[in-house]
Structure formats: structure tokens, C-alpha cells
């Protein structure tokens, strides 16, 4: 997990981090594989600064295309951070996504 942001969520809140950690500058996930990850899950939490997008993958999942744009940086990779809790992946980072998605957890 790259973001000093969302360490430190996970510090102060005494929230518990995923067992494996991928290091997003060593190893890019592009388009396809980061939308396989996608369609793995059933909940998709985005977090866009004071935002938060949540895609139903079960229920209403978006297309390729609406899903690649909140997935997907500038560089065309997998947003920084990106967690896989459960069935739940949560993208980016935002202090109100990351209170829902752990929130739900306790």
C-alpha cells in the first residue's frame, strides 16, 4: 500500500490491513487485469476526495468502459491504494470510503 493516507487510516483506527500487500510502482495492474478484479468482487468502494462511488457488482455492475474510468490513473494502472477485503475492493483513497467499507467490517 503506497498511500500515507490510507496507512495511516489504518493505524489510527486500529483497522486491520490486508494480509498481502502489492507494491502498485513495482508491479502495474492495466485495464484488463484490474477489471478482472473488479468482476471478482461484489461491492466496488471508490474513493475520489470527498466522494464516494459504489458499484453493485452483483446487482447493477457497470460496463467496462464506466468501470475502467473510476478503476483506472492517469497512467492507465490500478489506482494507489487499492484494498481487497472479502468480496469488497476499495479504490483509492478516501476517509469517508474507508469508514464505510471497515465500519461494515466491526
Do not use: H, W
Amino acid at each position: 500500500m503506497g498511500c500515507k493516507k490510507a496507512q495511516g487510516f489504518l493505524e489510527v483506527n486500529a483497522a486491520e490491513a490486508p494480509a498481502e500487500v502489492v507494491d502498485a510502482t513495482k508491479n502495474r495492474i492495466g485495464r484488463d487485469e484490474a477489471l478482472k478484479l473488479a468482476k471478482a468482487a461484489d461491492k466496488i468502494v471508490v474513493g475520489k476526495g470527498k466522494k464516494v462511488i459504489v458499484f453493485n457488482m452483483k446487482t447493477a455492475p457497470p460496463d467496462d468502459d464506466a468501470l475502467a474510468a473510476q478503476l483506472l490513473g492517469p497512467s492507465g494502472n490500478l489506482k494507489a491504494p487499492t484494498l481487497r477485503m472479502g468480496r469488497t475492493l476499495l479504490v483509492g483513497f478516501s476517509e469517508a470510503a474507508y469508514r464505510q467499507v471497515f465500519g461494515e467490517r466491526r
